[in-house]
């Protein structure tokens, strides 16, 4: 009987040591990771004290004449338009100006997508080539001119994405570009059903159905009027045309967004369907990694530069054009807002007022 209650409390002992031990076990396990978890976050303290000096040129703009850089992982892509002006005989190339120029800008870090329109009649340094690609000159003429000077495709492309790259601060590299005519619009537009848009202005004297007020699900042949028609609309003025243009590319994404969302092979399926009518460096791939974020990131717009536009002869041909000045501080703010700018060596954060 002694040895049946000496056996229950050797039991009943052990059993409460193993709960000590399970219980001194887990507070280990528990210190531990609380332990581990402060390291991890002074090891983060300690990366976000050596970011500053990891800036180099690949991450860095400069405006406004202060030094900016990005730290998300940035990819971009150069979307234009261009009109009838130019020539495709090989033997007496001329890009067409560009009447449309749309940078894509995919932040992978942050999981967002946006874009930032330049007016075609920016004023900034345009390089004149030769056809060995050597700079003839440099003027400040506006940025649709630089398609034009370039004397095979591959040229005028590389001249646009410079001017590009140099009037957004000195972006190092654009990672894709998607050049089509603007007659070619009609593809762009067959290839998603048609894109509804609002007339907002008065394009009736073009087509009846196309009258102020009016929702409108844009067929082929009435696309190209929405895009382009300027002189006889409104007030005539740039500005105008390219409000149509941001209302139709903001709607033709949404339209691209519904259709992935119906089939995720839908980018692929796009860029089959314009691949032919365009000169590109792009894929497949990019544009289902587009499409995949129009529908999973964040939709940071189609943002613009504001800015002052006056009348110049700058081009020397006899006519007035229209000359577009950015208000100081207007390409940092949009850029900032796409990019998340970070002010490096005295650089201003603060959002200037309009001029």
Known sequence: MKKKAFRGKTIAALAALALVMEAVLLGSTALERIRQAEREAELRAEGEKLKPSSWTEDNTLTLEGGLYGFDHRIETFLFMGT???????????????????????LDHTDDAIGCIQIDPNTMTAVRELDTDISEITS??????????????PEMAVGNTMYAVRQY???????DGYFVMSIENAAALNHAVGGVEVTIED????????MVRGATVLLNDEQVEIFLRARQSVGGGTNAERMARQRQYMASFFSRVKQKTAEDAAFGLALWNALKDAAVSDMNGNDFSRIAQKLIKGEDRGI????????????????MLHEEFYPDAGAVRDAMTDLFSLIPLDGGNDTKEDEA
């Open 168 to 174: 957004l601060g000195g972006l190092v590299q654009i």
């Open 303 to 318: 943002v613009t530069v504001r800015g002052a536009v006056s009348q110049g002869d700058v081009l020397q041909d006899g």
């Open 83 to 105: 009109d009838a002006s130019g020539s495709s005989d090989p033997q007496a190339f001329r890009g067409g100006m560009a009447d449309f120029l749309l940078l894509m800008v």
């Open 139 to 152: 003027r400040n003429l506006q940025i649709c001119t630089a398609h034009w000077y370039g004397l095979t």
């Open 202 to 209: 008065d394009l009736d004297s073009a087509d009846p159905a």
